[in-house]
């Protein structure tokens, strides 16, 4: 039930969290030179959510079964949580930048070693049911051309 909500949530977050940034500016941002930062920092942020987010939701489990998994879950909520975080532009903002970093990658290569893993155990698995069902009365004939 949580990560099928999450599922669902990823791609929300994509349009969510960035403007969720802009939102909070407008509320509680303070400065000019922080506004290019903000323009600099929405673009980013909406592009690796939607990598993230295709990257996962191609994995063949996931696409089988709607939903993450477990393995998912921490650096998603790491990585969603500082950026709502950094939405309130209150004095632990670096906190919240650094920690939306390392979300961000830890996610990415997350996302990246799951897909290559289920990717990798569904070619096995279809080689193991090939090998499975071809006949071992099976006859090659080798042809030479001259």
Do not use: N
Request: positive net charge; proline residues 3%; glycine residues 12%.
């Amino acid at each position: 039930m949580i990560l099928r909500g999450i599922y669902r949530w990823q791609f929300l977050a994509i349009f969510a969290l960035p403007l969720w940034l802009v939102v909070g500016w407008g509320i509680f941002g303070h400065g000019g030179w922080g506004l290019i930062g903000l323009f600099l920092a929405v673009p980013i942020t909406a592009v690796s959510l939607a990598l993230v987010t295709f990257l996962t939701r191609i994995r063949p489990s996931v696409r089988a079964e709607r939903t993450l998994s477990w393995r998912d879950l921490p650096a998603l909520a790491l990585w969603h949580g500082s950026l709502l975080g950094l939405g309130f532009y209150g004095s632990t903002g670096m906190l919240f930048v650094l920690l939306g970093i390392l979300g961000a990658l830890c996610s990415f290569w997350l996302a990246v070693r799951a897909l290559v893993h289920d990717g990798g155990r569904r070619m096995s698995d279809t080689v193991a049911e090939h090998r499975r069902t071809t006949r071992d009365d099976t006859i090659v004939v080798h042809e030479k051309h001259d």
